[in-house]
């Protein structure tokens, strides 16, 4: 088992940034590739970033367009989605999730572990 808590969401103005952080508990954090997920109200859970095990390969959804930066600490097990350039449609609540591979994907059905989320409002 693998727990998975998010957090560093909140309330940002449009060109803001925000950090999230995702802390893993459970079985050693290096054995698992990490992603990034986010899910805006109405709409289906979509795929953002994800990393590798070792964190030196990264995939990123075609809408990031640079303003996302995903990075992972293998020693506090904790995986990070750097947002900069806040859009009004980066709202959503953000996800994190664990794949028991080496390799991200940006499937969701890969994940074996989800977070409960970590909510993001961003306004004018």
């Known amino acids: 088992q693998v727990q998975l808590v998010e957090s560093g969401g909140g309330s940002v103005q449009t060109g803001g940034s925000l950090r999230l952080s995702c802390a893993a508990s459970g079985r050693a954090f290096s054995n698992y590739a990490m992603g990034w997920f986010r899910q805006a109200p109405g709409k289906e859970r979509e795929f953002v970033a994800a990393?590798?095990?070792?964190?030196?390969?990264?995939n990123y959804a075609d809408f990031v367009q640079g303003r996302f930066s995903i990075s992972r600490d293998n020693v506090d097990n904790i995986v990070y989605l750097q947002i900069f350039s806040l859009e009004f449609e980066d709202t959503a609540v953000y996800y994190c999730?664990?794949?028991?591979?080496?390799?991200?994907?940006?499937?969701?059905?890969?994940?074996?572990?989800w977070g409960r989320g970590t909510p993001v409002t961003v306004s004018s």
């Open positions: 990393i590798s095990r070792s964190g030196d390969i990264a």
């Open positions: 999730a664990a794949r028991p591979d080496y390799s991200p994907s940006s499937y969701a059905g890969d994940y074996q572990y």
